[in-house]
């Protein structure tokens, strides 16, 4: 059974069609990986599925349940769509942690959150599981460092960590090196490259080609809101079939775009 099935999902800003009929399905385990031109549609695709955006139309199931139905949902409360983000956890370009937390505070914050009102239960175990998640980043002697005495890349482990903390079904990346200086990407991919070799279940929006050719279980590509081609990263990295596709690799050399 499939962990995830997308199914005709569409989305519009105003009279501007970003997502057209979009459809894919991927197993628990494995590591998706989209890439495409900027304004393709991978991070409205994101962020519909993690519903910081609502599709227009369209189906979305985790494990068989379904958490969107275009033709049935009409318009959903806040506290539904917060149930539902908690299937995904999105670690974004920019990080996003809060300035005013340090880093085990980040990551801890929204699982105490969840449990708040229900006593201290769990809060102990909250914390324990926020350390064993920085130590598994390399973090262990930064928990009480604030964002802004951490390096960028220290930062986005922090964020991996904390989307990890809510222990969702899908872990979702939207371009998690872009905003990171050349010599700290390598150290972020060593930490999704070893959650993938892990089988944790995984969407990354990216880049970095050679990174997507080594980590990815499937890959799709695409292009004007629409998937024009997906499969291995042997089929689609190294014998696409699609002009497009093929187009797009040719502008990069050696897994980076040449500029």
């Known amino acids: ?147 802004h005495e951490l390096s960028g890349g220290q930062q986005q482990r922090v964020a991996i960590a904390r989307a990890l903390a809510l222990n969702p079904d899908i872990l979702c990346f939207d371009e998690p090196t872009s905003a990171l200086d050349p010599e700290l990407t390598g150290e972020v991919l060593r930490v999704i490259k070893s959650l993938s070799q892990n089988h944790t279940t995984m969407i990354i929006v990216t880049h970095e080609m050679s990174f997507a050719h080594d980590v990815s279980d499937k890959i799709i590509f695409m292009d004007k809101g629409v998937i024009a081609e997906e499969g291995t990263p042997d089929e689609v990295i190294d014998n696409p079939k699609n002009d497009r596709t093929i187009q797009f690799l040719s502008n990069y050399n050696g897994g980076r775009q040449q500029q």
């Open 1 to 147: 059974m499939a962990i995830l099935n997308v199914s005709n999902l569409k989305k519009s800003f105003a009279d501007t069609e970003v997502l057209h009929d979009i459809s894919f399905s991927m197993e628990e385990g494995e590591t998706v990986t989209i890439i495409g031109s900027s304004g393709s549609g991978k991070t409205t695709l994101l962020r519909c599925l993690n519903f910081l955006e609502v599709p227009d139309s369209g189906v979305i199931k985790v494990r068989d349940r379904v958490l969107f139905d275009g033709s049935t949902s009409g318009s959903m409360s806040d506290e539904a769509i917060r149930k539902r983000r908690l299937h995904f956890g999105l670690v974004f370009q920019s990080f996003n942690l809060f300035p005013q937390y340090t880093a085990l505070e980040n990551v801890s914050l929204a699982p105490t959150l969840l449990v708040k009102g229900k006593g201290n239960s769990g809060v102990a175990e909250i914390e324990e599981r926020a350390k064993k998640l920085l130590d598994e980043m390399g973090l262990s002697d930064r928990m009480g460092n604030y964002p």
